[in-house]
């Protein structure tokens, strides 16, 4: 199996902050990252496809960027809405694998 | 994307089998990859299988012997099974369709809301 890792586990921010979070598979996975946004009680959203590919009706201050083993998500001018939790999932292989998560907290 | 929810009990006693449905509403499931992903509280997510309306089927092998995926295009749904639980399968169980690009490769790109279902006599 794949290992996806990401780092920080949590972090805090304020409003209007830039911050990056960022996710290293065990093995090259090519650019098959994608990056997702979770609220509690809520269904995950897609952010990210294909490791920079913004998915439609994302805003812009989300961005992906890497490729083979290390990806990276930044999110600019952070809005209130964006305090969640954000998981990266590699799509190169079976079984699929999530890193644990990064809790972005104020 | 499309609207998902999951149906089923929210408690299973440990031995039995955990049974959820997913109701896809606003497009038909006889088109691309649907999945089940679960998350055991305080941990990650984890993919769970999928099931590709022709009736294939893919598992992640941790759980693949005590796993099946179905089908019921009649209502536009489809299902979960694991068998044998335990304390360890608690968790937010999801259903999400699953896109297969080539260019793009697997993503996620609809997800239902989750439902916890405990394990516990």
């Known amino acids: 199996d794949i290992q996806m890792t990401q780092s920080p586990s949590s972090l805090s921010a304020s409003v209007g902050d830039r911050v990056t979070i960022t996710c290293r598979a065990s093995?090259?996975?090519?650019?098959?990252l994608n990056w997702y946004q979770q609220k509690p009680g809520k269904a995950p959203q897609l952010l990210i496809y294909?490791?920079?590919s913004l998915q439609s009706g994302v805003p812009p201050r989300f961005s992906g960027g890497g490729s083979g083993t290390d990806f990276t998500l930044t999110i600019t001018s952070l809005q209130p809405e964006d305090f969640a939790t954000y998981s990266c999932?590699?799509?190169?292989?079976?079984?699929?694998?999530f890193g644990q998560g990064t809790r972005l907290e104020i | 994307q499309v609207p998902l929810q999951e149906s089923g009990p929210g408690l299973v006693k440990p031995s039995e089998t955990l049974s959820l449905t997913c109701t896809v509403s606003?497009?038909?499931?006889?088109?691309?990859?649907w999945s089940w992903i679960r998350q055991p509280p305080g941990k990650g997510l984890e993919w769970i299988g999928y099931i590709h309306y022709s009736g294939s089927t893919n598992y992640n092998p941790s759980l693949k012997s005590r796993v099946t995926i179905s089908t019921d295009p009649s209502k536009n749904q489809f299902s979960l099974q694991l068998r044998s639980v335990t304390a360890a399968d608690t968790a937010v169980y999801h259903c999400?369709?699953?896109?297969?690009?080539?260019?793009?490769?697997?993503?996620?790109?609809?997800w239902g809301q989750g439902t916890l279902v405990t394990v516990s006599s």
């Open positions: 999400a369709r699953l896109l297969r690009k080539a260019a793009a490769g697997p993503h996620f790109d609809s």
């Open positions: 294909a490791a920079s």
């Open positions: 999932q590699q799509g190169y292989s079976t079984p699929i694998t």
């Open positions: 093995q090259s996975i090519n650019r098959f």
């Open positions: 606003g497009g038909s499931i006889n088109n691309d990859y």
